[in-house]
């Protein structure tokens, strides 16, 4: 199964600051998205990017996605703590069937 | 309220003592999916359902049972439960698989002594 890939894998930054994560996977996709889990929580869906698409907005977050480097990138600005949370990308699996996870960033945003 | 619903979210049971996670979603939705989550890792997909009767094995299925006889319940059978199978467990649903945003259940904590 293909999978996507974040990096970093943890993140500690100052509530206020800007927090980048980007996600990296192998083959041709259809869309890509981004969910955040709270520690041992259910993934919430955050952004669904389609592949004719290079960025998305939803209030503080943007991605943005690159066909030609196979990567998505997940910007959330002027942080919060409540942010703190693991966010990790998903694509389809290489039967184009499955969502296939990436093993996420860390994200610590201290207060 | 739009949701999915595990119960339970805990569990500790011992060696091969069968035991069933529920799994319900309000949303009339299509597909349905288990995965397990174990510390360092992504999501890994246990079986998957596309829609009632349909059901089809993800990467790791080995251990695991499922059913799909009505299209708002996908349980998870466990028939002789081992230790390599504790772990945090997920149900998710979405209106039409991977191209459409998934709905995740709050979780199933197994522990198997």
């Known amino acids: 199964s293909q999978q996507g890939e974040e990096d970093p894998q943890a993140l500690s930054i100052q509530e206020g600051e800007n927090a980048t994560m980007n996600c990296s996977y192998k083959t041709s996709i259809n869309n890509l998205q981004w969910y955040r889990q709270n520690s041992g929580r259910g993934l919430v869906h955050l952004i669904l990017?389609?592949?004719?698409?290079r960025e998305k907005h939803s209030g503080r977050l943007r991605v943005t996605l690159d066909t030609s480097k196979k990567s998505s990138s997940l910007l959330i600005t002027a942080s919060r703590a409540a942010d703190t949370a693991s966010y990790s990308c998903?694509?389809?699996?290489?039967?184009?069937?499955?969502?296939?996870f990436g093993p996420g960033t860390r994200l610590s945003v201290l207060p | 309220e739009a949701q999915v619903t595990q119960n339970p979210r805990y569990l500790i049971t011992v060696t091969g003592k069968k035991l069933t996670v529920t799994c319900s979603q309000n949303?009339?939705?299509?597909?349905m999916s288990w995965y397990r989550q174990d510390p360092g890792l992504g999501l890994r997909q246990i079986y998957y359902?596309?829609?009632?009767?349909?059901?089809d094995k993800g990467d790791v299925p080995e251990g695991y049972k499922v059913s799909r006889k009505e299209k708002r319940n996908f349980p998870l059978i466990l028939e002789s439960p081992s230790p390599n199978q504790t772990s945090l467990y997920f149900c998710?649903?979405?209106?039409?698989?991977?191209?459409?945003?998934?709905?995740f259940g709050q979780g199933t904590r197994l522990t198997v002594v």
């Open positions: 359902s596309m829609n009632v009767e349909v059901t």
């Open positions: 998710a649903s979405s209106p039409a698989g991977w191209n459409t945003e998934a709905f």
């Open positions: 990017i389609r592949s004719n698409e």
């Open positions: 998903a694509t389809e699996d290489n039967y184009g069937q499955n969502f296939v």
């Open positions: 949303m009339n939705h299509e597909y």
